[in-house]
């Protein structure tokens, strides 16, 4: 009993640095599919995910009128999503670029998004980058000149120069990818586990399936014959 559990543990250990890594090369290399990007603007900023209240007013100095809205972009890829919300202040007779204040959230794993990364940019809130959750990624940073891009999709990407590796678990992706690489892993050692029995009882080489009976090395790759007398004596007696 006390073997299966140790099994288990490091089933489970392989299977969780499997879904680390996993989702962290999703992070970094998996390409977006702009054709399949999402945009929704004037959104009721009530309705946007984890916007802090204080953005729902314009900062003390814009001279009203300002409208405030809101804006929200997505993006999916293999293993990846990314997530930008922002609040607008819409100036008379301005042109507006995007966001004044806006966070974004990338989740990455496979086949369940398992890690996340999240960051803030608001430029009238203290600091120019403004976590919204500590030292869950690495990374993360905004530019110093959002708005020198026009194309909608690099703006998206804007706020991932490098892409961040998430760190924060995502908790059900994560246990549920882990579970899935750990059986896999576990299935995978119980298929050489049985496929070297059936070789060891039919006299062959465990290693490569050649025929050793009753030779001490296997000739064709040179490990150690492991066959029993008794597999032997058997095997004879059928005629094989």
Request: glycine share 6%; aromatic share 10%; charged share 25%.
């Given at each position: 009993m006390l073997h299966r559990a140790r099994l288990i543990v490091v089933f489970m250990l392989f299977g969780a640095v499997v879904n680390v890594l996993v989702a962290w090369g999703c992070a970094l290399w998996?390409?977006?599919?702009?054709?399949?990007?999402?945009?929704?603007?004037?959104?009721?900023v009530s309705r946007l995910n984890s916007i802090p209240p204080e953005w729902w007013e314009p900062p003390y100095h814009f001279n009203p009128p300002i409208i405030v809205t809101g804006e929200r972009v997505s993006a999916t890829g293999h293993g990846l999503s990314v997530v930008r919300s922002g609040v607008c202040y819409l100036r008379i007779n301005s042109y507006n670029y995007g966001p004044d204040r806006c966070m974004m959230s990338l989740?990455?794993?496979?086949?369940?998004?398992?890690?996340?990364?999240?960051?803030?940019?608001?430029?009238?809130?203290?600091?120019?980058?403004?976590?919204?959750?500590?030292?869950?990624?690495?990374?993360?940073?905004?530019?110093?000149?959002?708005?020198?891009?026009?194309?909608?999709?690099?703006?998206?990407?804007?706020?991932?120069?490098?892409?961040?590796?998430?760190?924060?678990?995502?908790?059900m992706g994560f246990v549920l990818n882990t579970a899935i690489y750990a059986i896999a892993a576990?299935?995978?050692?119980?298929?050489?586990?049985?496929?070297?029995?059936?070789?060891?009882?039919?006299?062959?080489?465990?290693?490569?399936?050649?025929?050793?009976?009753?030779?001490?090395?296997?000739?064709?790759?040179g490990h150690a014959c492991a066959t029993s007398p008794a597999s032997r004596v058997a095997r004879d007696a059928g005629g094989g």
């Open positions: 998996s390409p977006l599919e702009f054709g399949r990007m999402s945009f929704e603007y004037d959104v009721d989740r990455a794993g496979f086949p369940f998004r398992s890690l996340e990364a999240a960051g803030t940019y608001d430029p009238y809130g203290g600091p120019r980058v403004r976590q919204t959750s500590i030292d869950w990624e690495w990374a993360l940073r905004t530019p110093d000149h959002p708005l020198e891009i026009a194309r909608i999709h690099e703006q998206l990407l804007l706020f991932m120069p490098p892409r961040p590796l998430p760190l924060r678990p995502v908790p576990a299935l995978y050692v119980l298929q050489i586990g049985a496929r070297r029995a059936m070789r060891r009882r039919r006299g062959l080489c465990i290693h490569c399936g050649y025929d050793a009976r009753s030779l001490a090395v296997c000739p064709e790759c």
